[in-house]
């Protein structure tokens, strides 16, 4: 069954420091995978998605993520974080149709 | 702008009640969801539907049944709620020609007591 792994519960960033959030897939095929952020106390919202061409995919409030598909990862990266991006980030794969399968969460608290 | 409505932000009910957990949308989608959300596990899906009257199993389906009599309302039912059912849940939905284009509700936390 398609999975995602994210390795660290927790990360806490400087403000303005860069930021890399881990995500990796088992499937065998090209998964369709996506990054969602919950902010505190409100529902999900995606950020990006990738589903095939450019492994460098741009997405909304200045986030971009990377496939790699010899590492199985699908990583989140902001060059330069922000005091708003604290929030809880989840990676996704979709294992079937219009359904889709999160990992466990990533917490990013952001330091002054 | 377009949203997902969860009707309560927060619920305590009694082991044993049954739990009804309501979810409207306004954007005439297709597809719609039932996540619960859970500390250090992420969101599992419980049940979806494709269409009115159309209902799937996910991954965790025990314990609760869902209604879906109109396109825009889902509903989550726990049939005897127990304590192991206190948890976030968030609903969801996409259209057919968007699959993985979800938007979701806030959220309803339950707490069984």
């Known amino acids: 069954a398609q999975s995602v792994t994210q390795p660290d519960i927790h990360i806490t960033v400087s403000e303005g420091a860069s930021l890399e959030l881990r995500c990796n897939y088992s499937?065998?095929?090209?998964?369709?995978l996506f990054w969602y952020v919950q902010s505190p106390g409100q529902g999900l919202q995606l950020l990006l998605k990738y589903f095939s061409g450019d492994t460098l995919v741009q997405g909304i409030k200045g986030f971009e993520a990377e496939f790699k598909r010899s590492q199985s990862s699908f990583n989140l990266r902001k060059p330069s974080v922000h005091w708003s991006d604290a929030a809880e980030y989840f990676c996704?794969?979709?294992?079937?149709?219009?359904?889709?399968?999160f990992g466990k969460g990533t917490m990013l608290l952001v330091s002054p | 702008d377009v949203k997902v409505t969860q009707s309560s932000r927060y619920l305590v009910k009694r082991t044993g009640e049954k739990v009804f957990l309501e979810c409207v949308q306004d954007m005439d989608h297709e597809n719609m969801f039932w996540y619960r959300q859970d500390p250090g596990l992420g969101l599992r899906l419980i049940y979806f539907s494709y269409d009115v009257k159309m209902k799937e199993k996910g991954d965790i389906p025990e314990g609760y049944s869902v209604s879906r009599e109109k396109k825009e309302r889902f509903s989550l039912i726990l049939e005897s709620a127990s304590t192991n059912q206190t948890s976030m849940y968030l609903c969801?939905?996409?259209?057919?020609?968007?699959?993985?284009?979800?938007?979701f509700g806030s959220g309803t936390r339950l707490t069984v007591v």
């Open positions: 969801a939905s996409s259209l057919v020609s968007d699959n993985y284009g979800y938007t």
């Open positions: 996704a794969v979709a294992p079937g149709y219009s359904t889709l399968t």
């Open positions: 499937y065998g095929a090209t998964p369709y």
